[in-house]
């Protein structure tokens, strides 16, 4: 036990006697590991979901190369008729 267990278990002792004191002290024990337990699923959880994140999906990629290629043949589209249209004008 550590410290701070020996001193709880002796203030519980004080209050309810040895065996109660005991009890208690296993009791908050096994809360704490689960405590520590769902601690730890809580930041595997966590973790996972800023890996989704940060790191897109091959269908993300995918559309984002679409979106680029769409807006390249727009720009080349509008730059080529205001090229032809300023042809004309001169």
């Not at 709880?8 to 006697?17: N, P, R, V």
């Not at 990629?61 to 680029?68: E, H, M």
Request: charged fraction near 30%; hydrophobic fraction near 45%; avoid cysteine.
């Amino acid at each position: 036990m550590s410290t701070v267990e020996i001193k709880a278990y002796e203030i519980f002792k004080a209050k309810l006697g040895a065996q109660e004191a005991e009890t208690v002290i296993e009791y908050v024990n096994s809360k704490k590991d689960n405590l520590l337990t769902d601690e730890k699923a809580k930041n595997l959880f966590l973790t996972e979901e800023r890996a989704k994140s940060i790191f897109a999906t091959k269908e993300d990629l995918s559309n984002a190369k679409n979106d680029i290629i769409r807006w390249t043949v727009a720009i080349i589209i509008g730059q080529t008729a205001l090229l032809v249209a300023l042809i004309k004008l001169l």
